[in-house]
């Protein structure tokens, strides 16, 4: 099992991986002192309740826990107002109280929805989150929680961090190989922000990861998580050092919004995103290598590098503009100077996006 | 002008209170760097906006602050996440980025539910409060903001610190008779928890505070906003001393849930709440002075002491069960040991709270 630490003060917490370790799953509960005597609520979906919450709820029943499971649908739209609501529900029927605390188990949707519902139950109580994707290993690290409205995404939310990450690489063994890829784009966007080595790594090691390997699994996995954990630390709260996450996800974000979520996972617009803000680098006169070395790396990884032709320019520009990155009018981007190193500029113009929107059309 | 800070490290701020200091406001915005470059939302309901807003629109604009209106219903349901919901409307229409604030004109229902967009729209953005009720200098200091569940009041919120609360006695001068009374309960709850001389003080000037008297007026917020500020300070989120702000809260919320929210208005409930807490210190061995002291004080401003013979006991005890007050099953009560000082009791048992309801039908 490896464990790193986000290190947030007094909001530190630790997170495990391996294969297997939900076995543990009451151990740690107990380490990380969580209620026996209040009751916990855990969040699934409708499609990982199948494959791991009788055994969750077992192993926390076998430890002296009181859970009880609230299921919600799975996809992008259960990240709502109302699913909140749904949840406060179950969390007053069970009978949670101040000491209580919500746990998900499953990807980015239910952690996102299950750490906001945490954030203000009783305004806050506590939180763990038990990933069961690849891409989660994103979003369960840096505490943001959120639910969407129907006009902009992870527009109502909180900084909530939880008491630990819990990664268990079995339960990334299932994923269909889409969501595979989709998801080791967000690891590798965590080596080209910060790691050449990795980088290097991902390169040298991608049949193995796209293979579902244990142990490369666990070794990127921890790595991702490592960067994000680095960066996070040193900046809570998103005032300037984590902007350099969203590398690739200002025409990603669009891209999503724009194809309709569920055409383009959001893995595979970042890259497409990621190829863009290589290109962005190039007219900033950086090295064109990085271009070259980001684009394939994805191909290698089976992501897609250009924008489906068929979506048009004017609409992803008009998405961009809704996007919260945009801070008093003035336009933050984040672009690669080497690999592994980015910064975050403020001077780029709508014109430069849109040309590199126009030219990642014919990408290929 | 009287001013106050609320000490709460890189979270404090101050809290203006005086006559006519509304004309003011870009002035104040201005020192605490509110943007005049990203819009802001200003949060009030359909009874204060015929009185005040388009003054303070006005007001705004007069002083290069880019404002828009959102205006919600009056009344305790508008505490809802449907109403959040229109507000986040507002704010994306609007064109809310991460440097805009929200203001919050009203009451504690404009300032709970505006100061919870306040939290949640981007994970939170900057917030102001411009209370017009009396019983708002408490909800407007300490930084809980909340709405309702269906099922239990306050249950979905957070803290969130305002930037600044400016307090104009003019607004409170057009407040009905009965608000008045139920707004400085809170106010004489703020002597009786921490202050023997001011609650001496409001029982020798109740006659001045009921005729609305500026100077009187503003002198009781002063030292009621400046009690709840010590409180706070010493524990923003409610561990253990801002706990003593909930005396008479137990029953008090009891009440207004059995009633049904609007027969009794909150301050008159706690009043309520606050003799049966002073009965129950005499049943703890402290001096029955207390009670008669307590309970002279709120006849005198016309506050109600006993409870409404039609309201059920098994009611009122069912709705405190539900109060998120109690934790891991152990009845926290705040109960006065003297007048101007409290305790935190965790022993009392619901028998003894349940004859403390039985007596307060009886009281007169």
């Known amino acids: 099992m490896r464990e790193l630490t986000v290190d947030l003060g007094e909001r530190s917490y630790p997170i495990y991986i391996g294969q297997g370790i939900l076995n543990n799953i009451a151990g740690l509960f107990e380490k990380h002192q969580l209620s026996r005597k209040s009751p916990m609520l855990v969040i699934t979906d409708d499609e990982v309740a199948p494959l791991h919450l009788e055994r969750v709820m077992a192993l926390l029943r076998e430890g002296g826990f009181a859970a009880t499971a609230c299921i919600v649908p799975a996809g992008e739209p259960t990240k709502s107002l109302a699913q909140l609501e749904g949840i406060v529900t179950a969390a007053l029927e069970a009978g949670l109280d101040r000491s209580s605390a919500i746990v998900a188990l499953g990807g980015g949707v239910v952690g996102d929805l299950a750490g906001f519902a945490a954030a203000s139950f009783m305004r806050g109580i506590r939180f763990v989150q038990i990933p069961t994707t690849i891409l989660a290993h994103d979003s369960s690290v840096g505490g943001k929680v959120a639910v969407n409205h129907p006009m902009a995404k992870n527009i109502i939310g909180a900084f909530h961090q939880p008491e630990l990450v819990l990664f268990d690489i079995d339960t990334l063994l299932t994923l269909p190989s889409r969501q595979v890829k989709a998801g080791l784009s967000e690891v590798i966007k965590h080596g080209l922000i910060w790691d050449e080595a990795f980088t ?37 709260r998103e005032n300037d050092l984590r902007a350099i996450l969203n590398l690739g996800h200002t025409i990603g974000h669009a891209l999503e919004a724009v194809a309709g979520y569920g055409e383009l996972l959001h893995g595979e617009a970042i890259a497409i995103g990621m190829v863009g803000a290589a290109k962005l680098a190039q007219q900033f006169g950086y090295d064109e290598n990085i271009h070259t070395v980001t684009k394939n790396l994805f191909l290698k990884y089976g992501l897609p590098v250009s924008i489906p032709a068929h979506l048009d320019t004017g609409s992803i520009m008009n998405a961009m503009m809704h996007d919260k990155k945009f801070k008093e009018g003035t336009m933050v981007y984040i672009i690669p100077t080497e690999i592994g190193k980015v910064e975050i500029r403020k001077d780029v113009t709508v014109a430069q996006v849109r040309q590199i929107v126009e030219l990642l059309k014919g990408e290929s």
């Not at 290097?200 to 954990?229: H, M």
């Open 200 to 236: 290097q790594w991902c390169d040298d090691n991608a049949e193995k990861l796209l293979a579902l390997d244990p142990e490369a699994l666990s070794y990127a996995l921890y790595i991702g998580c490592k960067v994000k954990s680095i960066v996070v630390s040193q900046d809570e």
